[in-house]
């Protein structure tokens, strides 16, 4: 039986990190909310991150409504912080997914 590969069943969303050392004391209430927003975005069987002080990261399954909750989830964020948010193909190849998180944890 043959599956369908990751990097098309799945995409990477990453929200730009939820806080700057100038705003660390902020970084509960920021990461809460955001926590918040990502939830109400993706309800469930996705896998969500925030870690002090990197970007709050979602995985998810590539639906047929995720442009909507991104466009959603951009602008609330947007809205509240003022912070971007992107996503991201899932890359095909372990050289592309170890530059990937190179890039996320820098």
């Not at 995409?11 to 909310?33: C, D, Q, T, V, Y």
């Not at 925030?50 to 466009?71: E, F, H, N, Q, S």
């Amino acid at each position: 039986m043959k599956g369908v590969a990751v990097c098309m069943a799945m995409g990477l969303w990453a929200i730009a990190s939820a806080a700057s050392a100038a705003e660390a004391p902020n970084f509960e209430f920021r990461g809460h909310k955001i926590g918040e927003d990502m939830r109400a975005a993706f309800p469930g069987g996705e896998t969500l991150s925030l870690a002090k002080p990197g970007p709050a990261i979602a995985l998810v399954p590539a639906r047929r409504d995720l442009p909507l909750r991104y466009a959603r989830l951009r602008r609330n964020i947007q809205a509240a912080f003022g912070t971007q948010i992107r996503m991201t193909p899932l890359p095909g190849r372990l050289t592309e997914a170890l530059r990937l998180v190179d890039e996320l944890a820098g």
